[in-house]
Every structure is written in structure tokens, then in C-alpha cells.
Antibody, heavy 120, light 110 residues
Framework: QLQLQESGPGLVKPSETLSLTCTGS??????????WGWIRQPPGRGLEWIGS???????FYNPSLKSRVAISVDTSKNQFSLQLKSVTAADTAVFYC????????????WGQGTMVTVSS | QSALTQPASVSGSPGQSITISCTGT?????????VSWFQQHPGKAPKVIIY???KRPSGVSNRFSGSKSGNTASLTISGLQAEDEAEYHC??????????FGGGTKLTVL
């Protein structure tokens, strides 16, 4: 049974780049049956889709974040990653990685989430 | 791409039914049957309870049901139980590989 786990710094300085990795265990990220994505949740607020990646490297981004976001996949490490540039306090959030099956349009499996605070 | 609109909070007594609305546009909710609903307890990751409008994953109670009319999707919870108290989020496919979520609704079981 696949599990997803986010990892990365819990504190990032303003104007720097936030980098997170999601590692899959018990299953393969290189499966052709899924897309992989990042979703965030600022404290006390709703969820926001950041972007998605397919095992081939094809990406889709939230238009409001597109200029600052890059998502990549490393099938050799069974990981996919998020980079968010030029962060501000408004980017403080819990970041989740998640799975989207190609056969069912739903984010059906989520990591536990990791809190990232942007502060000097 | 704007967030879907949900009421900030709803409440109900045990045994009652409640409905949470999720209003989008003709570019997302109105165009696709790909609305999902998530239940999130404090400090936990969201858990899908409804997908593709009205389908329930295995193990999810049939007290949860979904529907859609035009640009508005709805989640109904019947026979409210104390453990239903949580935050509920809607999500819709918005075309071109993009997704949009609602602002979340806090359900209080009185």
C-alpha cells in the first residue's frame, strides 16, 4: 500500500526558495496510472492546488503561482519535488503531496503534510 | 481561476441532516462531473468522502452523498453523528489539468 511522505525545511526566509520532496514507499511513483501533486493550506484557511506532475515530467500549474513554481519527478528515487521561488509570509502553510489516478478524477491519497513557515 | 465558494460554517444536531454548498463557475463545477469532497479533522490530512460528484470510496458511510445543479455542488450528511464534526472541502477540475478548491466549511455538531 503506497504511502507518501513530505520532507524539507520547516522555516524559509522571505525572498528565498522553498523546496520540498515527497517520497513514496510501498509503491512506485513511476506508475503510468497516476499524477502526483502538491496542495497547500495556510493556517486557518482552505486548500489550494499548487500543481501536478506525471511520471514523464509533464507538469500543470496553478495560474496564480505559475511564475514561481516548479514541480519535478525523480523516478529513480521514487520522489517528486516542489520548488516555490521568492516566498513571502503569505506562502506560510501546511504543504501536502497527493496522488491523482488517471482513471478517477480525485486526489485519493495524501501525505500527512508538512508545515513551512516563511519568516526571517 | 477563483476559489470555489463554500459557507464558512454550518451546524446541526445529532440525527439531523445538513447540506454544504460549493459554488463555482461554468469553467469548473458547471463544466465537469469531477467534484470531490474531503473531510478534514484538526491536524490531519484531508480524506476523500465523495468523488466524481456522487461516488463514495469504499469504507465511507452512505450517510454522505453528493449532488450538483448547474454551477453549484452540494454535500449532504444525513443522520449527523458527533464524529462528523470536521472541516469539509470541495474540489473541482477546472480544465487544462488544473484544479480548484473551496475555502472550507466547518461543521459543528451541536
Amino acid at each position: 500500500q503506497l504511502q507518501l511522505q513530505e520532507s524539507g525545511p520547516g522555516l524559509v526566509k522571505p525572498s528565498e526558495t522553498l523546496s520540498l520532496t515527497c517520497t513514496g514507499s510501498g509503491g512506485s511513483i513511476s506508475s503510468t496510472s497516476y499524477y502526483w501533486g502538491w496542495i497547500r493550506q495556510p493556517p486557518g484557511r482552505g486548500l489550494e492546488w499548487i500543481g501536478s506532475v506525471y511520471y514523464s515530467g509533464t507538469t500543470f500549474y496553478n495560474p496564480s503561482l505559475k511564475s514561481r513554481v516548479a514541480i519535478s519527478v525523480d523516478t529513480s528515487k521514487n520522489q517528486f519535488s516542489l520548488q516555490l521561488k521568492s516566498v513571502t509570509a503569505a506562502d506560510t502553510a501546511v504543504f501536502y503531496c497527493a496522488r491523482l489516478p488517471t482513471t478517477h478524477q480525485v486526489w485519493d491519497l495524501w501525505g500527512q503534510g508538512t508545515m513551512v513557515t516563511v519568516s526571517s | 481561476q477563483s476559489a470555489l465558494t463554500q459557507p464558512a460554517s454550518v451546524s446541526g444536531s445529532p440525527g439531523q441532516s445538513i447540506t454544504i454548498s460549493c459554488t463555482g463557475t461554468s469553467s469548473d463545477v458547471g463544466s465537469y462531473n469531477f467534484v470531490s469532497w474531503f473531510q478534514q479533522h484538526p491536524g490531519k490530512a484531508p480524506k476523500v468522502i465523495i468523488y466524481e460528484g456522487n461516488k463514495r470510496p469504499s469504507g465511507v458511510s452512505n450517510r454522505f452523498s453528493g449532488s450538483k445543479s448547474g454551477n453549484t455542488a452540494s454535500l449532504t450528511i444525513s443522520g449527523l453523528q458527533a464524529e462528523d464534526e470536521a472541516e469539509y472541502h470541495c474540489c473541482s477540475y477546472a480544465g487544462s489539468g488544473t484544479w480548484v478548491f473551496g475555502g472550507g466549511t466547518k461543521l459543528t455538531v451541536l
